[in-house]
């Protein structure tokens, strides 16, 4: 039996798309036991779903017993309804440490909320969903080690946690690994459309797609050398990966756009906080 199992409730607020994901991973790792866990979720499709998996659910945070006392709050709500929700849950995080995946949204505005409350922004990504995700986060000072350790065991069963002691940086990671899979999934999609226009079977552009992001991605983990020597490493003088190379690396073409989508993603993530 893991540590934060043993050791008090978890609530969820909210189980959409990440809310699940980060759920069933939890589930799935032995995190967090069914009977532990608490969904608090207002769409009865989405509650149906969440207790499906064994926990137990609630249709408003009215429905939540007085007296319950979470050692862990998940905010898992959408940015632009954070502010509204936190007041009807102020009575039950007294001793918790809630921690909020809403992009953009401040700690300040979780104090605002909620009180003097230990309280931790977390940016994950969708990849958590499988254990192969990316979470950044920023705790507040009224979070104890032993909190940061078992925030930090927690989201570990979505990936890797990496701990930034600016708030602002959280903006940054969002724009990298919190955004990032949707440029990856972009640029699979690319690659198979150009796959098909050489004349590929359109399944067969896909699989290659998929299979070649997904192998750069893991021997780009597994090597000890930075991905500039690997890209060195496959391409042979004269040959056609300089070929494609010298397309995308004109100009720093493909860094460049990539720079200004990660800027675009950060310049919104602080648009949200401000909006927050």
Known sequence: MTEVATKGELLLVGCGNMGRAMLQGWLAAGFVRPDDAHVVEPAEALRAEAGALGVRTYASAGALDAGFRPAIVVLAVKPQVMAAVLQAYRSHVTESVVVSIAAGVPVSVLETGLGEVAAVRAMPNTPAAIGKGSTVIFANRRVSVQQTERVTRLLSAGGAVHRVEREALIDAATALSGSGPAYVFHFIEGLAEAGTQL??????????????????????????????????????????????????????????????????????????????
């Not at 750069?216 to 042979?236: D, F, H, K, W, Y």
């Open 199 to 276: 004349g590929l079977p359109p399944q067969t552009a896909l699989a290659l797609a998929r299979e070649t992001v997904f192998g750069a991605g893991a021997l780009a983990m597994a090597a000890n050398t930075l991905p500039a020597e690997l890209r060195r490493q496959v391409t042979s003088p004269g040959g056609t990966t300089e070929a494609a190379l010298r397309v995308l690396m004109e100009n720093d073409a493909l860094k460049g756009l990539l720079s200004l989508a990660a800027n675009a993603a950060h310049h919104r993530a602080v648009e949200l906080a401000n909006e927050a």
